[in-house]
Nanobody
Framework: QEQLVESGGGLVQAGGSLRLSCAAS????????MGWFRQAPGKQRERVAV????????HYSDSVKGRFTISRENAKNTVYLQMISLKPVDTAVYYC?????????????????????WGQGTQVTVSS
């Protein structure tokens, strides 16, 4: 079982940067693909970035491609989301989530339904 705790959110001006962290408590972190999702007020939660269990593959939404970078450090049970060139439209609650991968460490799950464990979220606010 994985418990996920996000940190690193806050208030930043447009054009600024933030790095989110998500620490997992389970013993099998390296068996989980990890994703970052976000939900803005009045909108549905959307996928932002995903990294495979083995760290070898990533996928980004078009809206963040080139600005956000997802990475993981399995030795520290942590996944990161480096965000640069932030825009007001990036304002949202950011969640990390874990998707257990039984055999394919390079699989990148894109559907939210594939993620079983979720963190409580961290607020990111980008001012104009």
């Amino acid at each position: 079982q994985e418990q996920l705790v996000e940190s690193g959110g806050g208030l930043v001006q447009a054009g600024g940067s933030l790095r989110l962290s998500c620490a997992a408590s389970g013993r099998t972190f390296s068996s989980y693909a990890m994703g970052w999702f976000r939900q803005a007020p009045g909108k549905q939660r959307e996928r932002v970035a995903v990294v495979s269990a083995n760290g070898g593959r990533t996928h980004y939404s078009d809206s963040v491609k080139g600005r956000f970078t997802i990475s993981r450090e399995n030795a520290k049970n942590t996944v990161y989301l480096q965000m640069i060139s932030l825009k007001p439209v990036d304002t949202a609650v950011y969640y990390c989530a874990a998707s257990y991968q039984h055999s394919d460490g390079s699989y990148v799950p894109e559907n939210q339904s594939e993620y079983y464990y979720w963190g409580q979220g961290t607020q990111v606010t980008v001012s104009s």
